[in-house]
């Protein structure tokens, strides 16, 4: 269905701003966001996505620190990004971030199963779309993912 990221985004700023400013964490959304085309996709599947990336965001990003959504689009495609100023990922990690049960902390101390990233990406392949990841120890990290525009 064709739907609004505006609106989404504003929900979810809502729903996970008051959890992420008990930790002293800032939800910030794009600031271009009403201008952005409308996507098209499971709005639900879209937001579970989104839930599980800015649950990781919040879990792994110290006290202090900002977790930003943006959008950029082209004729064809969107992308979503989201952004954080956390702990990153290192090189030797990132291929397998998105594998079943793959947890950085192999002493899983963090609480977690594994399965978030794995699940987000599965959700998008059902739908045509693509996630990937970049990041820098120490620094943070930003997961991106792909939309179909809904407007052509
Ligand atoms: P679950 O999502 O099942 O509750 P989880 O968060 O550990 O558990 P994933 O969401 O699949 O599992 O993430 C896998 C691992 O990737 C995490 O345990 C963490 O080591 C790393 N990771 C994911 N997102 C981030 C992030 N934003 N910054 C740093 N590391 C991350
Ligand atoms: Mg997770």
Redesign the pocket.
């Known amino acids: 269905e064709v739907f609004s990221l505006a609106v989404l985004f504003q929900e979810l700023s809502a729903k996970y701003g008051p959890q992420a400013k008990e930790r002293d964490l800032s939800l910030v959304l794009p600031d271009k966001i009403h201008d952005c085309p409308p996507a098209l996709g499971d709005p639900d599947r879209i937001e579970q996505v989104l839930i599980?990336l800015i649950d990781?965001?919040i879990?792994?990003t110290p006290a202090g620190g900002r977790i930003e959504l943006q959008v950029d689009w082209n004729d064809s495609q969107i992308r979503v990004h989201v952004r954080?100023t956390?702990?990153?990922?290192a090189p030797s990690d990132i291929k397998s971030?998105f594998d079943r049960f793959?947890?950085?902390?192999k002493a899983h101390q963090?609480p977690?199963?594994?399965?978030?990233?794995?699940i987000a990406r599965e959700l998008l392949q059902l739908m045509g779309q693509s996630i990937s990841v970049s990041s820098k120890e120490g620094q943070g990290?930003v997961f991106t993912f792909t939309l179909s525009r809904g407007d052509h």
């Not at 956390?86 to 990922?89: A, C, E, M």
Request: glycine letters at 20%; hydrophobic letters at 40%.
């Open positions: 599980i990781n965001a879990k792994f954080d956390g702990i990153g990922i971030v793959y947890k950085v902390d963090q977690g199963t594994g399965l978030g990233l794995s990290t």
